[in-house]
């Protein structure tokens, strides 16, 4: 292994649209960064005690409104930066390499994942070292910062020969949402995915989706495959009373339609439950059977929701 490349990376940082993990950076403060604000080591430990103040770990802290409203992918990606500022050695892989892409990491982990030769007595419950695979061409920066990552195609082949196979799937589906490859890319490279796990590369090949719109999606998706369910059409378009619609999954034979129900879409859109209220009414007097499903359904009622979904289908 390039102890050097690892440890020292010299590809410059991407110049390009400012990142998720490039507006998380300044949030993550330094003693340095906090004494410029006239906030000195008595003052830090005050605010801690206050709870106005959080460490992230030592030397590196985090406003607590801050941390509030963050996700936890997004909390993922600040320890990341936070372990940089440190002067962690190595390149972020795996899944803090998928976070600080903004990509949909399902169960976000409690270490951060490296590549690196270093060792530090500090790492136990905190950082995971990766010493084998590490290939130097596959590394750059998170652009707007010179946080040094795996490429989105290196970290895509981590996850997946690391991930279970739902995880892998979400993860997969938004890097194509993102635009950070293109879906004949993403293709191949599972395709072309060797060594310890690659064997889960032709099936992930087949079960990813460009057109997927959120994790919720991909995750319903890897259900229906799983419990072998007839593939339905998605994003499939019904015109209907003069209007068009869009609907996540239909079986057109069956007149059934699946929602997939996630709550931020309801934040990011306020009014959008009287406006699928409506459609789902339109739909019906239209003839078609609409079930909807929730994240509380995949992770608690998954037996119960398929098996009514399967009766569903074979009526």
Known sequence: MNTVNILNPQTPAVQGPITRAAELYPLVLT?????SRGIG????????????????????????????????????????????LMGLQGVFSHTSAA?????????????????????????????????????????TAIPGT?????????????C??????????????????????????????????TGYGGSAGPLLAQAVDASSESAGESLTRCLLMEHELPT???????????????????WPEARLILEFDGEQKYVDHPGRDRYEAARDR?????????????????????REFIAHLRGLLIR
Request: aromatic share 8%; with cysteine.
């Open 99 to 139: 976070a600080l892409w903004g990509l949909d990491v399902l169960n976000v982990p409690s270490i951060v994942h490296v590549y690196s030769t270093a060792t530090s007595p500090s790492d136990r419950g905190r950082i995971c070292r990766h010493r084998r695979g590490f290939d130097p061409n596959a590394v």
């Open 41 to 84: 080591a008595r003052h830090i430990r005050a605010m801690i005690a206050a709870g106005t103040l959080q460490r992230i770990q030592r030397g590196a802290y985090i406003y607590t409104r801050d941390a509030q409203v963050l996700t936890p992918d997004e909390r993922l990606a600040v320890r990341c930066i936070a372990a940089y």
């Open 160 to 193: 997946a020969r690391t991930m279970p196979f739902r995880e892998a799937v979400v993860l997969a589906d938004s890097i194509m949402r993102r635009g950070l490859m293109e879906p004949h890319e993403v293709i191949e490279t599972l395709l072309n995915l």
């Open 146 to 158: 010179h946080v040094m990552v795996t490429t989105v195609a290196r970290t895509l082949q981590d």
């Open 232 to 250: 339905p059409m998605t994003q499939y378009p019904i015109s209907c009373e003069g209007r068009n619609y869009r609907v996540d999954f239909a």
């Open 31 to 35: 003693p340095r960064i906090l004494n």
């Open 282 to 302: 339109a739909l019906t007097r239209a003839g078609w059977r609409i079930v909807h499903l929730t994240w509380a359904d995949i992770f608690q009622k998954e």
